[in-house]
Each structure stands twice: as C-alpha cells, then as structure tokens.
C-alpha cells in the first residue's frame, strides 16, 4: 500500500501513514480499530493538528481525521456537549448565542474537543480558577482500542485524572462535555517591567491577586505583564475591538513581518534592530490600546487559517512559581548568550502563562503547585531547533517540565527527569499506559491494538466503578437528546 504525507498545521513535522481515513461516526472508529488488515496499527486519531511535537505521528499506520465529527450535540445551563472533531472557536461562538462561555479562552480557537479532552493545554489562569481546557471537560466518550465503548465522568476522578493525560493513547474520544459558565465582563490591561524589577516586584504582582500573562522580550530585558480579572459589574456596551485588534497583530501581522525581516534583511544588526523595533510596537500597542474594563472573553479565541502565509511555532517549558523570577532573569541571559555565540535570535518574542495548580489530569505540569510557562515563539527562521534543543537543557536543568504535544524536542531522559523532579511523582504513573505515553519521545506508537482481544473487563483501574459498557450504538444517537 502506498504511503501518504501528513504534517502538521504549521508545516514542520511529517507523518507517512499507510492509511488515512475520515470517521463521521463512533461505529465508523469501531470498525477501523477492528480491522487491523486494512487499518494497520498504530493508529492514531488527529484533530487539527496544530501540535508542535510529533505526537500526532503514525508512520505505517492508520489516521484517522475527526474533523467531520464536529457537531455541537447539546448546550445546557452549565454545560455543552460536542464531536470529538468540533473545534473550540465555534463551540465559544455557539455559547455566546445561549449567553455562555467557556472556563478557559485559549489563543487557539481550532483546537478539537478530542484533543483539548487529552492532551495538555494552557492559558492563564482566572482568579481562584484552573487554565487547563481539559479539568472543565466533565465527560468523555472514547472508543478504546479493543473497540469496545468507554465513557467516563467525574464521577471516575481516578480514570479521569488518565484520560486527560492520555494523548490518544487510551483510545479515541468521539464525544467530550464541557463545564461552562454565563457570559462575564472581562477586565483587561498591560504593564511592561525591566527584568530587574520584574523580579523585584514579582510577589506584589501575585498579591494583586489577577490572571497573568507575560510578553516576553529576551533582547531587550523587558516583561509585559497582561492582567485579567472579571468585572460583573461593569455595566455598557462590551469592547469587541481590542481582542480582534490583539489577534490580528498577534497572530497574521506578527509572524507575517518577523518572518519577511528574517528572511529579506542579511545584515544581522539591521534584521535584529528591525525585530527589535517590531517588539517595541508591540509592546505600545499592548499599553496603550489593548485596554477595557468590559470585554467578553470569547473574542480572545483566534481562529487559525488553515492556509495562510503568516503562522508561527512555539514550544513550552512550565517552572514553579517560586523559582520563576530567577529562571526567568537567567533564561534572558541564556538567550542573549546565545545570540552573541551563534548569532540565533528568536525572531518573535516569548509568552509565558501562570497557571494554578491542577490535579485534574495525572501528567498535569501543575500537579504539584502553580507553574509558569516560557515559551519562545518564531516563525522557524534558520536555527530554531538547535535552539530549540539548547532550550529544551536548560529548561530540564531548571526543574521545567514540558507538554507531550507542545514541547518540540525533547528526549527520553528529558521526559524522565520531569517525571522525577516535576509533573510526576511515581504513585501518579501507576497506569502503565501513562507510563509507557511519559517515557516515550514518540508516543505515537503507543496505541497498538491488543494481539488477543480480551472479553471486556469490569474496571480498568482503581476500582472506582467504571461506566464500560459494550455497545454498538452510534454516538450522535446515543446522545442527542
Ligand atoms: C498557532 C498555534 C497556537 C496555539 N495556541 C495555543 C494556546 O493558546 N493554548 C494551548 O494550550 N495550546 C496552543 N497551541 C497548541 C495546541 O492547542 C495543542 O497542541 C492542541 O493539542 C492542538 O489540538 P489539535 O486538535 O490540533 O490536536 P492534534 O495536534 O491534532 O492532536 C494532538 C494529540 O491529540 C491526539 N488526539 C487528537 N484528537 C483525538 C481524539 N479525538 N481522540 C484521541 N486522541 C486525539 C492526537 O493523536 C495527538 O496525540 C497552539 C498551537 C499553534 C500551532
């Protein structure tokens, strides 16, 4: 059989599957991991693919694309039920016409309801809230690799807390329901701090007791600090201008002039000051017009093109809270250190995201307490994966811990080391399922199907009841209602 090619949304990591095919249904993911002759293992079920690890890969395999299972099936007071396939910014849009809204708003409004129900997320956490998509994911429905169906609840928060980590691993999740919330005001404003006194000041700005989210800027020594709280009683019309005004620039100016500076200007100097220059606007305009007491959160959502000349990559490392300020004063010197010796820039800027502790998934990088992020975005210009690779060590060597779907790089010993010293402590990895997925650079090739199919058991771990049921029902059916 011929092979195919699959990369990812941004271009950069390939896939050569044998086969690639479309589910529109649960039963049409039963029938593919049953037959093994004609959809060969591993197979591996993929939303947008806007990963930037290889954790979507299926070399010699089977792919099977979710995106036409994308239906909004239910919406509640407090909760939205979907396809695996729907992707986020068009479950918020359909929330905000019942007067709702999602827990978390990421940027990326084209991750699926299947990844975000597995995989890790990020975004900076609310006031006295969580910022991971997947810990207000309340239900998932997969079909496991024996094909039989599984559904899992809060009710199961053992099996929950696996399935949130799971990466694909444990099956196919062709159903996810959302915890949401009623439409709020959101507040939101800017503050840019040198690095000296942004390690200075760091504890008054956790005092202040509101969502935090850096722009960071490694050449210039400089932090943008983006606060967000929740204004209920902010009363007018809402701003819809600055988060589109945010997105644009973020996500189509953004990489389109960094990646033409970096492509066109060969003098070092001019192409570095015009980056430079370019983060100096940004910074201005984060100050100055990306400011409003009454927002709606939603817009923060940005809808990727599938085709476009401007996208950008990014990788992800999160520290303890405690130990940010110094590891991030210390990663400024490593990126100007960098630069001298190798002549690499990274030729956007870094994000970093505060997020709170979180137990809901059992590999959560904020299992043991509130983390923060750095992560370097570019547009892949000449060097990013050697600098990449450099970053990957010293982030390992920080006590950082990474993200199976948004870490580019990292090795085993990377994973191990996380394992011991951050994410994971052992009694956490008792699956080994989520062993093998934390071990594995390549967790692609983890979902083989079992060689004998064993009768379906009553419990898959911890004793906790588990609702595995063997069914041969259609989802949309099963749970429309
Ligand atoms: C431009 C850009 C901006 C981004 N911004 C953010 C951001 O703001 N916040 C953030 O947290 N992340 C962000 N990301 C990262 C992205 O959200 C994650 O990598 C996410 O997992 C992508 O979702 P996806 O649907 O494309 O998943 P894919 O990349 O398609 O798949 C990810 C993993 O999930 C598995 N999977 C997918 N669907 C299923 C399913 N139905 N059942 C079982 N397994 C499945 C795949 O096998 C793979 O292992 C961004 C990425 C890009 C490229």
């Given amino acids: 059989m011929a092979e195919t090619t699959v990369t990812n949304w941004f271009g950069d990591l390939v896939s050569h599957p044998k086969v690639v095919v479309e589910a529109h249904s649960a039963d049409d993911i039963v029938a593919i991991v049953k037959n093994p002759g004609q959809y060969p293992s591993p197979v591996r079920a993929i939303g947008s693919n806007h990963s930037t690890e290889r954790c979507g890969i299926a070399d010699g395999g089977t792919v099977i694309k979710m995106s036409q299972l994308d239906q909004v099936l239910d919406i509640s007071n407090d909760t939205v039920t979907v396809e695996a396939g729907a992707i986020y910014i068009d479950i918020a849009k359909e929330l905000e016409k019942h007067g709702l809204q999602f827990y978390v708003n990421t940027e990326i409004g084209n991750i699926t309801a299947g990844s975000a129900a597995c995989c890790g997320t990020k975004d900076a956490?609310?006031?006295?809230?969580?910022g991971q998509v997947g810990s207000y994911?309340?239900?998932?429905?997969?079909?496991?690799?024996?094909?039989?169906?599984?559904?899992?609840?809060?009710?199961?928060?053992?099996?929950?807390q696996k399935v949130r980590s799971s990466y694909g691993t444990f099956g196919v999740v062709y159903e996810a329901t959302f915890r949401v919330r009623a439409i709020q005001p959101l507040s939101v404003h800017h503050e840019t701090f040198h690095i000296e006194d942004f390690v200075r000041q760091f504890p008054a700005l956790l005092a202040r007791g509101e969502s935090l989210m850096f722009y960071i800027f490694p050449y210039d020594n400089l932090v943008t600090v983006e606060f967000r709280h929740y204004t209920p009683g902010a009363s007018g019309d809402?701003?819809?201008?600055?988060?589109?005004?945010?997105?644009?620039?973020w996500a189509t100016a953004g990489p389109a002039v960094c990646a033409q500076a970096s492509a066109e200007i060969d003098n070092a100097d001019v192409r570095n000051g015009v980056l430079s220059s370019f983060n100096a606007w940004w910074r201005l305009k984060l100050e100055n017009l990306i400011q409003s007491d009454n927002t709606v959160a939603t817009d923060q959502i940005i809808r990727y093109p599938a085709i476009s000349n401007s996208k950008y990559t990014f990788s992800f490392?999160?520290?303890?809270?405690?130990?940010?300020?110094?590891?991030?004063?210390?990663?400024?010197?490593?990126?100007?250190?960098?630069?001298?010796?190798?002549?690499?820039?990274?030729?956007?800027?870094?994000?970093?995201?505060?997020?709170a502790q979180?137990?809901?998934?059992?590999?959560?990088?904020?299992?043991?307490g509130n983390m923060i992020t750095?992560?370097?975005?570019?547009?892949?210009?000449?060097?990013?994966?050697e600098f990449l690779g450099a970053y990957n060590q010293f982030s390992s060597d920080r006590g950082g811990v990474p993200l199976m779907?948004?870490?580019?790089?990292?090795?085993?010993?990377?994973?191990?080391?996380?394992?011991?010293?951050g994410c994971g402590r052992s009694p956490r990895l008792?699956?080994?399922?989520?062993?093998?997925?934390?071990?594995?650079?390549?967790?692609?090739?983890?979902?083989?199907?079992?060689?004998?199919?064993?009768?379906?058991k009553k419990t898959l771990s911890d004793g906790e009841g588990l609702c595995y049921r063997h069914r041969g029902i259609n989802a949309r059916s099963n749970t429309t209602s």
């Fill in 125 to 130: 956490s609310m006031p006295g809230e969580l």
């Fill in 358 to 368: 979180d137990r809901s998934s059992l590999l959560s990088y904020s299992y043991d």
């Fill in 430 to 456: 008792a699956s080994p399922l989520i062993q093998a997925a934390a071990f594995s650079t390549n967790i692609s090739v983890i979902f083989w199907r079992p060689r004998r199919r064993p009768a379906p």
């Fill in 405 to 421: 779907n948004q870490t580019f790089g990292l090795t085993r010993a990377m994973v191990q080391k996380a394992r011991v010293t």
């Fill in 137 to 160: 994911i309340s239900r998932i429905k997969l079909v496991l690799p024996s094909g039989e169906l599984l559904e899992v609840t809060d009710e199961q928060p053992g099996l929950m």
């Fill in 317 to 355: 490392w999160a520290f303890p809270e405690d130990t940010y300020p110094q590891v991030l004063a210390a990663f400024f010197e490593f990126a100007q250190k960098y630069l001298a010796t190798s002549g690499y820039r990274i030729n956007m800027l870094c994000v970093g995201y505060r997020v």
């Fill in 238 to 249: 809402p701003n819809r201008t600055i988060w589109p005004l945010r997105n644009y620039l």
């Fill in 374 to 385: 750095i992560d370097p975005v570019f547009t892949a210009n000449a060097g990013w994966s």
